[in-house]
């Protein structure tokens, strides 16, 4: 899923786009929109099927995750004999669930990304790690404005820079999620970003 369309680019470029460079700017967009998510080690893109990760829990009570948007369809379930099964499912008396971006998570209309046990642990003292599995539809529910103008302002800058792939001085790029982009721009792009990078990636799938 990319978080702006060929037609909002357009319209970013005045329209002077023609049909036959269309193909190329969708590129830049999907490339736009990996490196966001590789920047903010999450991605905004909504699944609208639920699909199973595991995991290795943080501690005991709590397991970082990645994002789900929804708790249709959820399903937590855990591998309580260390057999490699995760066959215990936990009913919804049994965690609580925190949403990205804490005191933020309003205003960001955040899915939720952290599983706190309530009732029972978290399986960590057997000798297999990932002893977590979360059953949910993943990601965002619409990205958020800052991500869809983080996408619009690196997709501008790498086809602009379209024409000069190989006459770009070194001095005047950065490194953002593999791409180089102006250092002008990685300023722009972090500081919109800076709320949505993720910290608590250790023990995820």
Known sequence: MAYVTVEDMVLRLNGRIEASARPLLSVAIDEACAAIDLHCRQSFAKADTATARVYVPFAATVAYVDPFWTTSDLVIA??????????????????????????????????YDTIRALDRLFPTAGRRRRTLQVTAKWGWSAPPSNVVAATKIVAHDLWKRKDVAFGISTSGVAEFGGLRIGRDVLGQVESLLADLVRYDRAGIA
Do not use: I, K, V
């Open 78 to 111: 855990t591998d309580d004999n260390d057999d490699g099964t995760c066959e215990t499912t936990w009913t919804s008396a049994s965690y609580a669930l925190d949403q990205f971006g804490g005191e933020l998570a309003p205003m960001l209309a955040a899915p």
